[in-house]
């Protein structure tokens, strides 16, 4: 398969597209979208960031990275999020590959640790994330698992909370 991954900030002309597709996946408000992506495109801050699979000009995968992904631990930050991949295009690694362009890129932007709350289990660790802790995420009944990527090896530290 041929696709391209993208950093929004390397490409400000899909910034409309891609709000458009995450919002369509997420049910995020577009406008909260729009607002980070805006941040991310004036190059002040490492966080936030995008990032985009494109087959031609489809978007065929995607995430972001934010400081908080809407939870209760504000000091396991920055968070990767959004994490999707069109449903005919699953099972070919992009979200992995996708993962591993992120954590590169922000590594060259000085974050070395990246977390990732999600439910599943045993995807992310395909990809060298670590289950870390439980947490509450906002307005949710149940708690979710929070996922530790850190470009340095991993040590045994556990944060419980």
């Not at 390397?10 to 406008?31: N, S, T, V």
């Not at 005919?88 to 993962?99: F, P």
């Not at 979710?144 to 990527?149: E, T």
């Amino acid at each position: 398969m041929d696709y391209e991954m993208i950093k929004l900030e390397d490409r400000p002309d899909l910034m409309e597209q891609a709000a458009e597709w995450f919002h369509k996946k997420w049910g995020i408000p577009l406008a909260a979208y729009r607002e980070s992506m805006e941040e991310c495109l004036t190059g002040e801050h490492a966080v936030p960031q995008w990032y985009v699979a494109m087959e031609d000009t489809r978007i065929i995968g995607g995430m972001g990275v934010i400081e908080n992904d809407f939870h209760d631990r504000k000091d396991l930050a920055p968070n990767v999020c959004a994490v999707y991949t069109e449903e005919d295009k699953r099972g070919q690694s992009i979200a992995g590959r996708l993962l591993h362009f992120v954590c590169e890129d922000m590594k060259s932007k000085g974050i070395d640790t990246l977390y990732l709350v999600t439910d599943h289990t045993s995807f992310y660790e395909r990809y060298g994330w670590e289950f870390f802790c439980m947490v509450q995420g906002d307005g949710e009944p149940d708690l979710s698992r929070m996922y530790v990527h850190k470009g340095q090896g991993m040590d045994s530290e556990r944060k419980d909370g």
